[in-house]
């Protein structure tokens, strides 16, 4: 018997990290609530809709109306995976390179001009198609059940990922079986801390059900997301992007050295007014 659909059906009867079941509410909709745990994680507590299914994740996810951009733009798209990569490789050594969530492949494009091996690894036929059409390795799979070998990867990249699961310290787990000692990984997860969705979450695209509600389940911050991939034995190495980058070329390594006074300034300002709406962090799997 199908559930009453009409009724929030709880997903999450206590918090992700810490396992606690004392919550505020942060936001309350009619078809779904979001609380936040006295550790400070902010999560999705009830829905009135069953999870997203991997049939959510077809052609129109990508190219439906309110999606009608995520296609546009390729090159830039590119260009910030590259410097996601590029930030992965100031702690770790190039190698083969699994790209979590992979998309329509801008990750994988940049991995190639950086002459990386790479594999995407999406919940999506449509997308894991378009990748294959593209020229570049992916496979259909879940995060919670990497279709990989232990110890396969030296290199993970998770670009707004994270959130989409319930089950954090799976996925996570997940990870660390398929990376190698020493292997590291690029996460980039939006930021609960961020000031206009502190200030009115009511109105927030991070929690309203027409948004990003529906389809996120967990928001972190950088001391929520290191607590929790410390407990899956990944070390934390980095938050936030790096300024100089030793293996971009030589023209970018300088031109960042020229605006390195203003660019450090505009990351303090950054995170002095909660400026920032997702952060970056590399943590490393213990040698």
Known sequence: MLPDMTVPLTIQQKCPLCGGVTYYAVATFPELTW??????????????????????????????????????????????????????????????????????????????????????????????ETCRKRGFKAEKGSIDQMPFADATFQMVVMKHVLEHTPEPGTVLREVRRILRPGGAVF?????????????????????????????????????????????????????HPHIILRHACAAERYGRMAILPFFAAAQALADLLALRKEFWLVAMKPE
């Open 187 to 239: 996460i980039s997860t939006p930021q609960a801390g961020y000031n206009r969705a502190v200030k009115n979450p009511a109105r927030s695209r991070f929690y309203r059900p027409e948004n990003a509600g529906r389809d996120h389940f967990i928001y972190y911050t950088p001391v929520t997301l290191s607590r929790l991939l410390k407990e899956e034995q990944l070390v934390p190495v980095r938050i």
């Open 35 to 128: 609380v936040s745990c006295s550790c400070g994680l902010i999560y999705k507590r009830t829905e009135a809709e069953q999870s997203v299914a991997a049939a959510a994740y077809d052609e129109t996810y990508f190219t439906e109306s309110d999606r009608s951009s995520y296609n546009k733009r390729t090159r830039h798209r590119i260009r910030k995976s590259k410097v996601q990569i590029l930030n992965l490789l100031e702690h770790v050594r190039p190698g083969p390179l699994l790209d979590v969530g992979c998309s329509l492949g801008y990750g994988l494009a940049a991995a190639g001009e950086l002459g990386l091996e790479a594999v995407g690894l999406d919940i999506s036929e449509f997308a894991v």
